[in-house]
């Protein structure tokens, strides 16, 4: 038998029985019971309004909600799941459908969540659940009968379950495939649509709980005794009833109360939406003229509402039960024109019961077999009533044909047909004197079923869908904890990596400042003083006829005779300005080591100070790029290039960016080059006047002006002159000099001597030519050029400049690692912020969903939802 809806003291079959029916004493209770269900389940469907109204804007304001997804588990885990009541899942989510965590379920029981946890914490409560007493286990055992969802179906939506597929070409429903093109957000976007629909119906049930009305749907063949059967619930000759049809509207019988205690028909305007507070609506009519009033709305299919007052005890009274507004519609016999209008209005939500009636003379008809599937289906139970049937003479084969007949059309009718089919003869209700017991058994158990079915009808749908909506809150409470929890876990992972990393580089950000500053001063310094010791030694050494530094490719010229003297003097000064050209390259050679060093304790620094997983090295340093402009590329190697040998001295007359023999006013060769009259006076007359090297190639004085003399008389572009020349020469000079006696001897004396001199001067000519070209090159170097400060200078301004190289190359490596710490710790800072942004919101996912399943349990609770169906 299935389950039953009908109170111990209405399943009863005999006249004796029927008097245990509902009593204002039980029916009292009933009511009272009913009203305390109503009222916890108004209660519990605004708690769940508000939970879920809190989800929806959790999920638009604070936490992106999402879609769980599960499927069995494979064998082997399923198996490692012992306790009865626990179901093994794997969970992926919608937006995410490759990872997957392995999940349990815990089935709700009293005050319980539909708790989910994951496999892995809960293998742990598990072994300690084994530990528990022997009694909580049955406990759980006999709670687990009573489980609101069956297995089966407990990881699964009802609900809010999202329809994914992805339109109509992508026809498959596995969601894994389906989903993986769907965002997070439109995902969320669907749980809200879900959460607002599921909020509307909430709105709607809640409604249809707190209404208070039953109607009871009074409907069956033509002629088959409807108006008869209504007639005689009420104990009154108010439908008319006739042999031919006659009932073509839909009359609804309403108490008296209703209508403020006036017996009254309304007929509902065609198409007006009745509100018996809006007189527009209706047209009034007396009771008594009902008859006439159907017969003129014959072809209309009228409704019209009748407020009846029924003087019998509420415990007798239909209509005045005590316990419900309750309404008996008589609808028009079953034919082709009548029989959509019915079904329709039989589906109607508000028809809690149907009692169909069908004539034990002519059984079932097509139209009433084609109502009574229809019917069935929507209603599950139909209460039968079959008329007229004193009429039969064999009673008991009427019977079992009519219940054949409705085991094929209504099974659940046919389980309990003890209590919902029913073989009477209402004609004769009305009949004072006359006993009818079936009748009245009838009656009894037609007022148990709707008062029964009233609650099973009105409140059992909003307690099923609200158990269903809890079970669903709580399977995407339980996921999005998990989730959260994960992600709590991993941004707090995080910031236990990342916020040291960011305070460590804030703390050395000072130090890493300080110690690139001085890697960078210090190696400028190294490499000024390094240039200045070269270039000073090599001008010295060149000051003294030498070759600046050793050097291959250079070496001293020969001398080439007397005649090629002014050649020498040139080439001597070549050598000597290529050497020192090659002094200023050795210089730079230093100041690449030297910057290579400071280079690498820039990367250092950077190794010390850069996070793991920020590049150290500033691109690649070519050493050999230093001191060059250009630059061509041969397949992958680049090459560098002087712009020529040598000097680049910025703010003096070597700007041009030429090495020292590409400078003619270096190059040009002079007469003081070879004879430097004044420095052969100096050396061998003593100091004849205060010497300096800046006077070396000051105009001549008057000794120098005789020198002048002396040095033609032996050559002028290398071309000797003859013996007769030398002493006209001495003549014109003595010419110039005292008198007559002076004369005589000083010329013979001056010849003499300037004959010996110029013999041991021209003899001297290799040694010296190489130091006074030396020394007058020296001299040039070392001199201020006119105009420009001290540093302009060749030796100082060599300094400043391969010095300066030093500090462009380390200036742009520590800028580099300067940006690479700054960028780095921006994003540690930034990598800090999400993360605590990420904990923030976790942190309260957590406590969020945590709350929910919490709440979700004491609604399950106060409600007695648990084991609703
Ligand atoms: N003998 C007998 N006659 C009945 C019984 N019930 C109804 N009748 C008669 O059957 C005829 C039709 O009854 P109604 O109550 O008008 O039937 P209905 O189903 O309302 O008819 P429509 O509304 O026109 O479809 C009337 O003549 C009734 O007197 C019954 O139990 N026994």
Redesign the pocket.
Known sequence: MAQSYFPVSARCSTPVAAELAPTPMNATVMQQAYVERKDSLVHAIDSTKSILTGIRDFNKEDWVVRYPHFRDSSQEQLETTKRPGYQRRSMSFADDPRTETEVVFAEPRKSMTRSLTLASLADVQEELAEQDNQGAQDNAQVEDSARLIPSAAGSDFRVLRLDLKLGPSGSSSSPTALVSQLEKNSIANLIDERITSSLSHVDKLRARVEDTASKVLVT??????????VNALLRREL?????????SAFCEVHDVAENGGVEEAHIVKEGAVYDIKDVSTFTRARVVDLEEVISENENAQAVIKLYIADPRPSAQSFLNNGIADISLI?A??LNRDSLKTTALFARQEEIDVIVF?VSAENHFTLSAKEFLLNASSEKAYVFVVV?????IKDKNKCRRLVLEQIKQLSPRTYEDAEDLVHF?????VLNKDAKNPSFETLESALRSFVLVKRSKSKLQPASTYLSHLLSDIDLLAGSNAIVAQSELDSAQADLNRVRPELEKMKSSRDGLETTLGSIEDGKVYEASTRTKSILTAAVDRVGTGELAVKNENISMPTYPGLLRIWDYARDVRCALLASLDSAVEQAEDDARVITTKGFDDVADLAQTHLPAGVERKYKNFHAQAMFTAFRETKGNRKIYRRPSRGTVIPGSMYTLGLGLTQHPELVDTTFFDIFDVQHQFAVYFGDVGKHTEEEDDATPSALGIMSVGIGALTMVGGKAIGARGLVEGVLRVSDLIGNESTRKWLGPVLAAATIGLTAYVVLELPNTIPRTVGRRVRSQLLRTPDGYTEDAAFIPAHARRISGETRKVLRMASWDVRERFRGAMEDRAREVKGAEEIERKAKRAVEYFGEVGRKTGEVRSEAGLVGAQ
């Open positions: 069956g063949d033509l002629n088959a005794g409807k108006s008869t059967l439908m008319p009833v006739d042999q031919q049809p006659c009932t008589d028009p016999g009636v008329n007229k049937y004193e009429q009477v003869d209402s004609g004769s």
